[in-house]
């Protein structure tokens, strides 16, 4: 069965700092990944997907991730952050087009 | 391209009452997905529509839970004899699946509803 770790339950970043979430994934077959970002009051927001092909994925608003098969790793990533960054965040594995399982989720703070 | 949007928003219930919940997918639309997401938890798959058909439940949605897709369109999940233990946020996402594979579309999420069995 698929699943997700997320290690990080809460990460306190500064303005303007670069960010690193990491998302670890047990899946048998080739994955899906996803991250999604969740404010309060909010849906989830789609940030990236990965499917095949570039190990490296673009995103929305400047994050990036990169899909390492060796570590079955998707960590996602931000050069420079912003106050408008602080929310939830959620690695996710699909299973070709059916559900979608998700880690438990990182709440990212931002300093001023 | 209105998005996913859910009705209520917000419902308090007392235990052993049923609830019932809607989602409007974005138009055309095939799937419909639903998920559960309790405090400090990602959202947990609960059962998924293509078109009208229910393709598959999780085994969180025990008998108590029912859902439907009557026409393709909206959806309803209901809950029977409510439970404190069901408190959370229920998610709704809808996705157009294509027909050529490989094909993953994004799953789009409503806002949810935020149940609180008292």
Redesign the interface.
Known sequence: AQS?TQPDIHITVSEGASLELRCNYSYGATP?LFW?VQSP??????LL?Y??GDTLVQGIKGFEAEFKRSQSSFNLRKPSVHWSDAAEY?C?V?D??????????TILRVKS | DTGVSQDPRHKITKRGQNVTFRCDPISEHNRLYWYRQTLGQGPEFLTYFQNEAQLEKSRLLSDRFSAERPKGSFSTLEIQRTEQGDSAMYLCASMRRGLDPPSYNEQFFGPGTRLTVL
């Not at chain 1, 070709?96 to 989720?105: H, S, Y």
């Open positions: 997700v899906y999604y009051g909010q849906g989830l927001q789609l997907k499917f095949s959620f996710a699909g070709n087009g059916n559900k979608l399982v998700f880690g438990a989720g």
